[in-house]
């Protein structure tokens, strides 16, 4: 069974820093494209970033210089480090991950992150 479990999220203000993790249990991350993905309240989900199975990293435009995605194939995990955050920022992130050769997908339970001004 696979399960990808973030964990990290909270309450911090404007300007401050989370780092998130995500880890993952029955798929080995290494072949996989792992994301990270947030919904806010009333609006759909989006991307935020990307780390491909070899390492290639992109990120929405919102958060382009401010997060950081990264992975650990030992660990087994993809970390996203978010500094300057914003109110706007405010969300319940996901981890997913996808098969390049299939795109078969997997999503975590999400994890809150709360901004405050």
């Known amino acids: 069974q696979v399960q990808l479990v973030e964990s990290g999220g909270g309450l911090v203000q404007s300007g401050g820093s989370l780092r998130l993790s995500c880890g993952a249990s029955?798929?080995?991350?290494?072949?996989?494209?792992m994301n990270w993905f947030r919904q806010a309240q009333g609006n759909q989900r989006e991307f935020v970033a990307t780390?491909?199975?070899?390492?290639?990293?992109n990120y929405a435009v919102a958060v382009r210089g401010r997060f950081t995605i990264s992975r650990d194939n030992l660990k087994n995990t993809v970390d996203l480090q978010m500094n300057s955050l914003r109110p706007e920022d405010t969300a319940v992130y996901y981890c997913?991950?996808?098969?390049?050769?299939?795109?078969?997908?997997?999503w975590g339970q999400g994890t809150q992150v709360t901004v405050s001004t």
């Open positions: 997913n991950a996808v098969y390049p050769s299939t795109a078969r997908m997997y």
């Open positions: 029955g798929i080995t991350i290494s072949k996989y494209h």
């Open positions: 780390i491909t199975n070899d390492a290639v990293a």
